[in-house]
């Protein structure tokens, strides 16, 4: 669960998510406008279309229709549309008097009852006495008439002729084009999406490939990023071998340096404790105590600055399992009498660092514990719960233990709180040091067994 709230979290910041998002929405518009566009052209033309079919069966009424002698409306209009024989259709046309000497009214066989229309004081006639409006039909339904009055003879007698269209089905036809319209835009719009979002995340895949990549070089496995990759991303791949392969000269570079300066400083060393021996005395002896000591501190500042030399800049892999085991039965032969158990990890566990670094922090730590511990050690390697990439290394003993007011006072370099055992007061200070540099965490607490119980926790590679 959090590591799916860590990527929802993530989301806002990918560069796939941000394309991805972008694309969809502009898809979405375009789509958007589209249907528009077209539901408007659409409308336009179907009312331009059935505003034209009235004015056509307007004509063809006028066409149809006479006056007889004593001014009666005389005449059988065929429109050709069925909808004008058909009972309260919505489709109607009616011929009705407009001046006197006029008399009777003919009306199509659909219209059942008469529908009212507006006055011409409302809506006036143009220039060619027509006119059109809406009304409302017998059903119920909007209806679009065309009205015209017409001279039918010399004696200039005229009749109201009126062709009525149904316009609600108008507008359902137009709804039902722009629902099929809407599904086909959503269908298309859908597919369009995921083909977008197929070709970005596969225009994106070598960004993925120098990410793997980079892990790898992280992780220890690969020394620099192989493959070929697309012209917009090769300087960036060149750029990273290149700072790599820095990197790597520098860390070689500081390593041929501490080594000339070990070489360096060992012959004097070893010439001043000689000769201190040699002189023998109080003074001699003295010589020779600060000279191993001025020994054991540059060895012991060499070490750190190897460990920071090649920190953060070229990660190496240690497994860690068969590395502890090593140690524990080399030094269980050691110590015959003391019981020492290694309680493993199920899985493997590979330790970021290098095998020189995590060798001498064991041995401190098991040294010490070997050293205090009345009659048993235990060891413990496991991954630290709920953290993919750290693991710990516990050491508990049966000895005296350190008080927790001491326990600080132990990692102090040179510090020894029991003169009377062998040593330099060194190898916890050194395994704080060493843990420090790779940025794990030192914890000196009681242990169960009744001694010290130390806990290393360090960074692993997945």
Sequence with gaps: MGTWLSRLRLWPRSLTFRVIAFSTIWAILTLVVIFTLITTLYRQASERGFDSLLSAHLFNLIGSVGISD?????????????????????????????????????????????????????????????????????????????????????????????????HSELEQEIASFQRRLLTYLSLFGVGMIAINAIAI????????????????????????????????????????????????????????????????????????????RALGGAKGQLIAEQAASMQKQVDHYLQRARVAAQRDSVVFRTPVSPLVERMVRVLQKLNPRTKLTLSPPPAEIVFAGEREDLEELLGNLLDNAMKWARSAVAVSVATVPGSANLFEIVIEDDGPGIPEDKAREALKRGRRLDETKPGTGLGLAIVADLVNEYGGVLALERSGMGGLRAVVRLRSLQ
């Design 70 to 166: 004593n001014g009666a409306l005389t005449g059988s209009p065929d429109l050709g549309d069925l909808r004008f024989s058909e009972p309260n259709s919505g489709w109607y046309w009616s011929v009705e008097p407009a001046s006197e000497g006029v008399h009777g009214e003919i009306h199509s066989s659909s219209m059942t009852t008469s529908i009212l229309s507006p006055s011409v004081a409302e809506v006036p006639f143009n220039a060619n006495f027509q006119r059109s409006y809406s009304t409302e039909g017998i059903k119920g339904e909007e209806l679009e008439v065309f009205e015209s009055e017409f001279v039918l003879d010399a004696k200039n007698r005229a009749a109201r002729f009126r062709v009525m269209g149904n």
């Design 201 to 276: 995340l596969l225009g994106l895949q070598p960004l993925r490939r120098v990410r793997n990549a980079l892990a790898m070089v992280r992780e220890g496995t690969a020394q620099r990023l192989d493959g070929r990759f697309p012209a917009e991303i090769e300087p960036l791949a060149n750029e990273t071998n290149a700072l790599i392969e820095n990197n790597r000269r520098i860390v070689e570079r500081s390593r041929t340096q501490v080594g000339n300066l070990a070489h360096s400083l060992k012959t004097p060393l070893a010439v001043l404790i000689n000769e201190g």
